[in-house]
């Protein structure tokens, strides 16, 4: 059988290639070395798979011009693919749906930072404790403002032995708290459990809510944590960022689309082609990225922690302070 022939019935999809070239591989080695390499049908050819996998190993940049024709949501400009999203929640594809694991529908949530979590409201039994003693200096001060200005007039029954040294003081029966003694009360762990559960009861309540809001707040940040973090083994979420394009079909419109580096985009690429040697599944078939990885590749696994990173807590705390008081 002469080249002519080989090529033909190649095109025809009637040439057995195992039986007379033993591989594909040696098939196309064959094919180019005698310059007919762009005489084959690939394009509707069951050996599409096979060729780009051929080309993996001996033409790199004709093996991403291929890819790149057949896979609609990567880049290939720079110095890594890059993938684009106009919808950043096609992400939540990638993560199993598993009986323990977060579902998919609330990683999309989290994925577009619009997941709306069951709150948890008893989350200190001890605000003195939780809330007060993480204050940094600048809160500090506004706490002591808020108590002088809410206890002006308001005659303190000495029942600490912090109060009771204060009203000797003051030569009075009852305490007055002002600025000068109010960062002393302050400090004082048993005579502020004592004024917040009397005379200040109202700012007890503020700031279990404060603590509440911040504990809720560093949770949902644990949770988008731990979706990105799962996300990093693939893609460099680092430097993920946000663009805007025009509309593919409205003139004069933008859009907001989703840029990441993919860690190794031709690995998954070369498995789903070695996969599918022989068949006509080719990567059009599914045509960008994200389907290749969702169908073919091991999907991930997150699970919600069981708490909240405490320092992330106190961030919040001092953050949204003076919201309150």
Known sequence: ???????????????????????????????????????????TNYMENDYLLYL???NTEKFREEVAKQ?????????????????????????????????QDTIREILLGEADWDRYWDTTDDVYRDVIEELNEENLKYLYSYIVKNLEGVQIEPETELLEDISNVQNSEFVTINEKNVESIVKDSETMGYLLDRDLSELDSELNSIHSNAYNMAYETAVFREVWGKLDDMFDVEKRKYIYKPHPYKKETQIEVLEIP??????????????????????????????????????????TPDYPDSREIDKNINEIFGDYI
Do not use: H
């Open 1 to 43: 059988m002469d080249i002519d022939e080989v090529i033909e019935l190649f095109n025809d999809t009637e040439l057995d290639v195992n039986k007379y070239f033993n591989d594909s591989e040696t098939f196309f080695k064959i094919i180019e070395k005698r310059g007919r390499i762009d005489d084959l049908d690939l394009e």
């Open 56 to 58: 993996s190993e001996t």
């Open 71 to 103: 896979i609609s949501d990567v880049t290939f400009g720079g110095e890594v693919p890059v993938l684009q999203l106009n919808d950043a929640s096609d992400l939540a594809k990638l993560f199993c749906a598993g009986r323990n694991d977060i579902s």
């Open 262 to 303: 993919i860690r190794d985009f031709y690995e998954p690429i070369r498995d789903y082609l070695y996969n599918n040697k022989g068949t006509s599944q080719t990567l059009e078939y599914f045509g960008n990225f994200i389907n290749i990885l969702e169908e073919n590749g091991e999907c991930l696994s997150v699970w």
